[in-house]
């Protein structure tokens, strides 16, 4: 389909999760991505990759110590008005001592996303609002 969602539109004391051993990651792909509330995503000394578009574009970044895990970019459909490639999330999503990525054209952050460091070990968050450059897909 053209949307993901993780989590539930019933009562707020329902819950969706998805959870991952630790070191593995979680991705969903889609030209659109929710989640919401009630919906928690969690991988622990991993990755966690939201990403909204036509195309998804996954690098490995051995070397680079600012981020655990794959560099995430997205190609969207041109138009005059675009709804697409949009992530919104009214949930819970972290990565304790790992990264959490959120890649589309729009980002509506509503609720909590959290990445914590450890002595040995970076945590990081990046929300990336754009397309890849022209010329790179």
Do not use: C, W
């Amino acid at each position: 389909g053209s949307e993901v969602r993780v989590g539930t539109h019933g009562p707020a004391d329902q819950t969706a999760r998805l959870e991952s051993q630790p070191g593995g990651a979680i991705m969903l792909f889609a030209p659109k991505v929710t989640v919401d509330r009630g919906g928690i995503i969690t991988a622990p000394d991993g990755q966690v990759i939201l990403a909204a578009g036509n195309k998804v574009f996954l690098q490995n970044v051995a070397g680079d110590f600012s981020l655990r895990g794959l560099r995430v970019e997205i190609s969207a459909d041109s138009g005059p008005i675009n709804l697409t490639s949009l992530i919104q999330n009214h949930g819970d999503i972290s990565s304790a001592r790992g990264n959490v990525t959120m890649a589309g054209l729009a980002i509506n952050q509503m609720n909590r996303v959290s990445a914590s460091s450890a002595v040995l070990t970076n945590g990081s968050i990046y929300l990336k609002a754009r397309e890849l450059p022209e010329g790179q897909n």
